[in-house]
């Protein structure tokens, strides 16, 4: 290895010293109390490449320091120690990751003489959140695509997984209050068991992956309303669409989500889906006419949001932060947003003051093809690699923006996808996304990347397991 510009994401400073560490001597790997599973999994990742990490040898000291910034981390590699130190233990984590990427290049061409060259590395994030969308409602995925996929998250350093689990096609979350939602299987049949959903989030939170789940309201409701036609404007004709002035609408979700986030007691936050509602049904129903007048509403997309912002503050009662795709409506304040439209769903959310994540289609929907070759549907936009590699989550207004965007979140609608084609669409794009999401744009360079993709390929570091 020639140096250690060789990593993705591409790290924020990279300090050469002289001299090498040979790979075969290292070994007596240390790790923090509480976190020697960090250590573990050094050690065995490095086994696969032919390295024993438990010998007597040059050590690897993992060590958590409260000068490093929080999911940051610092490598020193010099000939007689490698010191591997994380703000916290997200930062050790994805430290450790780091270094064997180093591991995996360094091997290559054999563990025989392979060697590091000495230096420093300092790595921290751009965002806070960088996050992957998956639907499993559309096509649902088995529990172990699930876990690979957290798994190819947590080795690109991505840390939230947004769960898409109730769309017109399915409800995938085990319902005790209501079973006949998981006879749903307009594409595929299925739904994860309460067991399944916290063998997931168990897995998910090793990885230091936060999971927030979907349940979708007031459109993309077909198979639900097929269910309970009471639930609709007109029960002879339901539609997509759940009736926005009957009482017994707002029971039935309210005990739902209840029962739904009850499935993730460590996720904070819900989305409540809220995108792509047609207001046809509403035009033609009286009590939804009604309630709009009695309200003092100009028109049903006020309705609709007037409907959203009293299911987002039941999530608040339960002491969860309510997430919402963007439609242009108002929500309230602390309600976050994500814009998937346009760049400037942005802009016009900034004006509210609510918190964002950007999701913009044509630069992060990884449904789309990635080349002609793919199959597709006609309407999709073609999203190449380095269409995701340059998109920038800011424009031009970064100072007005400020933290109000938490950050990116790149999304996979399954409704041509089956579990088989994950993969296929989400590599290489995913790894893109990694340097969008974590690298701040003076450190992301295409042809730079296009030759640490190569050289970490050619390791197989993407085909490893990570945990
Ligand atoms: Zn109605």
């Not at 003076?442 to 296009?450: E, L, R």
Request: with cysteine.
């Amino acid at each position: 290895m020639e140096n250690l510009d060789v990593l993705i994401p591409r790290p924020q400073s990279i300090i050469a010293d002289p001299g090498v560490v040979k790979v075969e001597s290292l070994g007596s790997v240390s790790a923090p109390a509480g976190w020697e599973r960090i250590g573990g999994q050094l050690i065995r990742n490095a086994g696969i490449m032919g390295l024993d990490l438990t010998q007597e040898g040059v050590p690897v000291k993992l060590i958590l320091s409260e000068d490093i910034k929080v999911e940051s981390f610092e490598i020193t590699i010099s000939p007689d120690e490698v010191i591997i130190s994380g703000g916290d233990p997200a930062g050790l984590f994805y430290g450790a990751g780091a270094f064997e990427q180093l591991l995996c290049i360094s091997v290559i061409r054999g563990t025989k003489g392979a060697e590091i060259p000495c230096g420093k590395v300092a790595d921290s994030p751009r965002f806070g959140y960088r996050g992957f969308m998956l639907d499993s409602a559309r096509h649902i995925q088995s529990v172990e695509t699930i876990k690979s996929v957290l798994s190819l998250m947590a080795k690109l350093r991505l840390n939230v997984f947004h769960w898409h689990l109730c769309d017109s096609q399915g409800y995938r979350a085990e319902s005790k209050l209501f079973p006949e939602l998981n006879t749903l299987a307009d594409m595929t049949p299925g739904f994860f068991t309460a067991e399944e959903i916290k063998e997931i989030c168990d897995f998910a939170a090793e990885c230091f992956i936060t999971v927030i789940p979907e349940i979708e309201m007031p459109g993309h409701s077909k198979g639900l309303l097929a269910l309970h036609p009471e639930l609709a404007c007109d029960p002879e004709e339901p539609g997509k669409e759940f009736c926005l002035a009957k009482p017994e609408v707002r029971e039935f979700l309210e005990k739902l989500i209840a029962e739904f986030a009850a499935l993730f007691p460590a996720s904070k936050v819900i989305h409540l889906g809220g995108d792509e509602a047609e207001t046809e049904h509403w035009e033609k129903c009286p009590a939804c006419q009604k309630l709009m007048k009695d309200k003092g509403l100009s028109n049903l997309r006020q309705l609709e949001n007037d409907f959203m912002n009293d299911m987002a503050s039941y999530v608040r009662s339960l002491g969860l932060t309510p997430v919402t795709w963007f439609t242009g409506s108002i929500m309230e304040h602390s309600t976050i947003i994500q814009a998937w439209r346009s760049i400037h769903e942005l802009k016009e959310t900034l004006a509210h003051g609510n918190r964002m994540i950007f999701s913009v289609h044509d630069q992060l929907y990884l449904d789309y093809p990635c080349t002609a070759a793919e199959p597709f549907e006609n309407w999709m936009p073609l999203l190449c690699e380095s269409g995701v590699y340059n998109t920038e989550p800011f424009a031009a207004w970064e100072k007005e923006i400020g933290d109000l965007l938490l950050g990116p979140e790149t999304c996979l609608w399954t409704e041509t996808v089956p579990d088989h084609r994950i993969f296929a669409k989400l590599l290489p794009r995913l790894i893109a996304f990694s340097e969008t999401a974590w690298c701040r744009p003076a450190q992301k360079d295409w042809f730079s990347y296009i030759r640490r993709k190569d050289v970490l390929s050619a390791g197989a570091w993407f085909d490893m397991k990570a945990l």
